[in-house]
């Protein structure tokens, strides 16, 4: 209780002390409204085509315009939040179970385990992680789990050496000597006193890797892979309309784009706001 | 440059007087303040200090008093969050408060400089000794670019670096602490400077290296017959070697005078405690604690060293193989067949006992083996060879990873040096003292675990209104009771102190100590109490075992010890120690 009251007390501190950090948390507050609440503000039907009004410019009916099949592009983009959002949720989820996990085992145990976890990250590092994407969702087939995957996949070395470095360095604290003299085993060890040890660092990780994630699924929709139209997903948005820039109509690939670029924006700079919120240096 | 460097070498040494002269350094009605999340905060308040031209003085303060603070205000080296708000800084006549940065760059190194806590962190890890000092001495442009070379090996002949021209080429990492504090020394000096602060010189140094270091350091100054502060937390350090102590408290000055004085006839009722909770030879461990406090001891309990030995170790071996770069191309292509690894005996056979009730001293230097003798009883790491019985069982023979199951984990518990680093910072009080009793203890249910843990705080002394904050909110010695409330919890029988006040105020050491003893009067306990300060040992301790680079070198009645010490190393040990003049 008393805690959770400090930490508000800190993160006021931190937010005002940093106002991109306070704008930061503020676009996110708006983001996860679009992706919780999305579909039910939207004011058309993100799927409905009308060939009456395709291809129109933005305007007071069509914020954002329409596209060559006369959906409504503000609706498809809010809606799409939900899908890209989701993906990046559940990867990232994923990868910080698995390689936070790894990671800290590594970190912890060393010796073999250390070196078959580290080789595995590194062979993974050794791909252009991109590519590697591509490989895994057109080996494993196309759909939205396996996105899920492989981006899942390309962040596993970034949380294994986060997590390293940090169980490593604690791996001899006294209060781990301390757990070993009141009978914790050593995994009971890694679960109860190092995990929530290094929990805060690890949430910076996530922040961080979110905006990774968001562009990594947006740009396996945008080659054709994974999500398939007519679903909304911004990567596929902007795929459908860059065809259309040089005829002049912009508006098709540009808000999607715009939508990505501020959700990445987002938590790249919540990741920095988090770091100031979690670093003991900050804390006096 | 040089010229203006050379000063006259016939001045009369500065004895205990206070000086009548004008000060070289004098502090006026300092104030510094930091900004933190919680609001400004003071750290000193109308501080004044004068230091005298060849004179030693002494900062003595317990941590949080403002000493260091102090001491940063006039190298203006205050972190961002500092500001000095009121107040002068007069360094030979000028106003250090007034001057810009680039002056004070100038300044510092040249005119002053500093010593701090830990030498290592002060060295540029990747960098040889010997460039380090030939940097500071081309920053002030003190030498020419030709002889600086000769300059910085001269510099580390003059503070007794054996093989300076060797030395030249070493890295930091490649000498012990305490020649590391000696190359610091040799930085700080290379420019001639009027005025050295020495911050904390000689914490986290063996008392013999201390004695060495401090020495030097007086030479040196009184060589060149330059200026010093000596900012301490150890009474006995600042009786030896300064001749006017200031005495900080809180932010505020309480006392400044002469050494002999302040010994002889402190004024305030604060110098006093300090002094009193001071350990030195002829004092009982309850005569450290204020007279109001004092508490009659509990009885001692009937099992006091009688009877079988609780524990007995034979022989005890702990071999490291020394690290060698064997890389595979030395493991293929190298002499067949390939050199043998070296091996580092960190314990090197020794053999002693404990008996129910009794608490033994283990005492030596860094590296003497001491913690990793600790650390094989608790059957946190294996041993290499030999024998340890506890209550005749052979725990040497079980495998560290199988005995944090057994019911004989709970006999046998340790207080680590740290109280910080030893406390889960995720943890409230509360739940770090229930860790062993939900783990091995008999009984579980929230409820019965909470009153377990209420219980233990007050045996302690920890009010239990504290159990619920986490180690960051407690202070030092708050967090060294949770510490013991955690090793008690399940009635040990014998319990490791490894430097349990190591780490404390001499105030707080004062009562933790006390509490100590009361606890193993009371529950009949036996410690292994494992120092590398013997006046700690001579109070708790009823045997004092001394032991240097694995070995035992002498073993006996504490008393017996400490008065007649048969063993050369004991008698340096004991030699090197500083005491207050009482």
């Known amino acids: 209780m008393k805690e959770s009251n400090s930490i508000l007390r800190h993160a006021r501190y931190v937010v005002s002390e940093n106002l991109v950090t306070g ?15 999305g579909p039910y503000i939207v004011p058309h039907d993100p799927l409905a085509s009308d060939t009456a009004t395709t291809l129109r410019s933005p305007s007071f009916k069509h914020w954002f315009g329409t596209d060559q099949l006369g959906r409504d592009i503000f609706s498809r983009v809010i809606v799409a939040t939900r899908l890209d ?7 990232v989820i994923l990868v910080f179970a698995m390689g936070g996990l790894a990671g800290i085992a590594s970190g912890f145990f060393g010796g073999w ?23 895994i969702v057109a080996a494993l087939g196309n759909t939205v789990t396996n996105i899920v995957l492989a981006t899942a996949i390309i962040n596993f070395p970034l949380y294994v050496r986060v997590a390293r470095a940090e169980a490593n360095v604690r791996r001899e604290a006294g209060f781990v000597q301390a757990a070993r003299l009141s009978g914790n085993s050593e995994s009971r060890i890694l679960l109860t006193h190092i995990l929530p040890n290094i929990m805060p660092i690890m949430m910076v990780q996530i922040s961080l890797t979110m905006g990774y994630a968001i562009l990594n699924a947006a740009g396996l929709s945008f080659i054709g892979l994974g999500v398939r139209p007519p679903t909304p997903e911004w990567g596929i948005m902007v795929a459908e309309g860059a065809g259309n820039i040089i005829s002049g109509e912009w508006w098709i690939a540009l808000f999607p784009g715009l939508a990505l670029m501020l959700a990445v924006f987002c938590f790249n700079l919540l990741g920095d706001g988090l770091r100031d919120l979690v670093d003991p240096q900050r804390r006096t | 440059m040089m010229a203006r460097r050379t000063r006259k070498k016939a001045r009369p040494r500065v004895t205990g007087d206070v000086p009548t002269s004008m000060p070289l350094l004098e502090v006026r009605d300092l104030t510094v303040e930091f900004a933190t999340r919680r609001g400004v905060v003071r750290a000193i308040e109308h501080v004044d200090v004068a230091v005298a031209k060849g004179e030693t003085l002494g900062i003595v303060g317990e941590s949080g008093s403002g000493k260091s603070v102090t001491s940063y205000a006039v190298m203006r080296i205050l972190d961002r969050a500092g500001r000095i708000i009121q107040g002068s800084v007069l ?10 940065d680039a002056d004070m760059r100038d300044l510092r190194g040249r005119e002053m400089s500093m010593i701090f806590q830990n030498p290592r962190a002060a060295l540029n890890p990747i960098r040889k000794i010997g460039h380090q000092i030939e940097d500071v001495l081309l920053q002030h442009a003190q030498v020419g670019n030709q002889d600086v070379g000769e300059y910085a090996i001269q510099m580390l002949d003059q503070v007794q670096i054996a093989r300076p021209r060797e030395r030249y080429h070493a890295y930091p990492f490649e000498l012990s602490g305490g020649m590391c504090q000696r190359v610091v020394i040799a930085l700080a000096l290379a420019c001639r400077p009027q005025l050295l602060i020495a911050d904390e010189p000689t914490t986290g140094l063996d008392v013999t290296t201390q004695k060495a270091v401090m020495d030097l350091v007086v030479e040196l100054t009184r060589k060149r017959d330059m200026s010093s502060i000596l900012i301490t937390h150890d009474l006995g350090v600042a009786a030896a070697y300064c001749n006017r102590l200031v005495v900080m408290q809180n932010g505020h000055v309480v006392e400044t005078a002469k050494s002999q004085t302040i010994f002889s006839k402190p004024s305030h009722a604060y110098t006093r405690k300090l002094m009193r909770a001071t350990p030195r030879p002829g004092v009982s461990l309850r005569e450290l604690l204020p007279e109001d ?9 009937p099992a006091r060293g009688a009877g079988a030995p609780l524990l007995t170790v034979e022989k005890l071996v702990k071999e490291y193989p020394r690290k060698r770069d064997v890389t595979l191309f030395a493991r293929l292509f190298g002499p067949k067949p390939p050199i043998e690894q070296e091996i580092f005996r960190a314990v090197d056979g020794i053999s002693f006992s404990i008996k129910r009730g009794e608490s033994v001293g283990l005492v030596g230097e860094s590296g003497c083996g001491k913690s990793t003798t600790s650390m094989m009883l608790m059957r946190l790491i294996d041993k290499s060879s030999g024998l340890i019985m506890f209550d005749g069982e052979n725990i040497g023979e079980i495998p560290p990873r199988d005995f944090t199951r057994l019911p004989l984990r709970k006999r046998i518990q340790m207080v680590f040096q740290d109280p910080t680093d030893s406390l889960n910072p995720r943890y409230t009080a509360a739940r770090a003292i229930a860790d062993p009793i939900l783990r091995l203890g008999d009984i579980s249910g929230g409820d019965e ?8 705080a007050q045996r302690v002394g920890l009010p239990n209104e504290l159990l619920d904050r986490f180690p960051h909110q407690l202070s030092g010695g708050q967090k060294a009771r949770v510490g013991i409330a955690r090793a008690i919890a399940l009635k040990p029988d014998l319990v490791v102190l490894d430097e349990p006040t190591a780490a404390l105020d001499v105030s707080v050491q004062a009562v933790v ?5 009361d606890l193993k009067d009371s529950l009949g306990m036996s410690y292994l109490f494992v120092s590398h300060d013997l006046n700690v040992v001579r109070l708790l301790c009823d045997r004092v075992i001394v032991m240097r680079a694995g070995q035992i070198v002498e073993e006996g009645l504490t008393e017996q010890i400490l008065s007649e010490p048969q063993a050369n190393y004991t008698r340096e040990l004991l030699a090197a120690i500083p005491h207050p003049p009482v």
Do not use: H, W
Not at chain 1, 119 to 124: A, E, N, Y
């Open chain 2, 449 to 456: 675990v909470r009153a377990r843990c209420e219980q233990l």
């Open chain 1, 113 to 135: 385990t250390d070196r078959i976890i580290g080789r595995i990250s590194d062979t993974i590092m050794a791909f252009p992680l991109f590519v590697l994407a591509m490989g």
């Open chain 2, 513 to 517: 100590l006390n509490l100590l003893q």
């Open chain 2, 293 to 301: 406090v004092r508490a009659p001891r509990p009885k001692a309990s």
């Open chain 1, 85 to 91: 959002f989701a993906i990046a949720l559940s990867s």
């Open chain 2, 91 to 100: 360094f030979s006549g000028l106003d250090l408060i007034t001057k810009s």
């Open chain 1, 23 to 37: 704008f930061a948390f503020l676009l996110f507050v708006l983001i996860a409204l679009a992706a919780l609440f």
